[in-house]
């Protein structure tokens, strides 16, 4: 069934410190989801076993760590990461920070936290 999908309709998820999530699809072999993340935070190093990523900018600069390398991503830019990548996505800027993330597949209980960062 097709429909028309916002952000504001969407099932949101609160996650980390203040960040949350919007649910914009998840069939199981698929998630879509926008992101907002305030000034200063970041999410913990994790990976997935089973589950594929791709994350996009929207609004803001963020800074992604992904398997000891660090890089900056910028809006209308993205970033892949494969299953099995180590990877933290940080807003370290002044500014709200704004992104989909899409899964494939959906990352359900994919989630393997590190015990420190």
Known sequence: MS????????????WGDN????VLADSGSLSIKQELMPPGTR????????????????????????????????????IYVAKGEWHYIANKSGAPLEFLVISQPSIGTD?????IY
């Open 3 to 14: 429909r028309i999908i916002s952000a504001k309709h969407a099932n949101q998820q609160f």
């Open 19 to 22: 960040c949350s999530a919007f």
């Open 43 to 78: 999410e913990r190093l994790h990976m997935h076993n089973h589950s594929n990523q791709f994350f996009y900018i929207l609004k803001g600069e963020a800074e992604f760590n992904l398997d000891d390398d660090s890089y900056q991503i910028r809006e209308q830019e993205g």
């Open 111 to 115: 989630r393997v936290d590190l015990s």
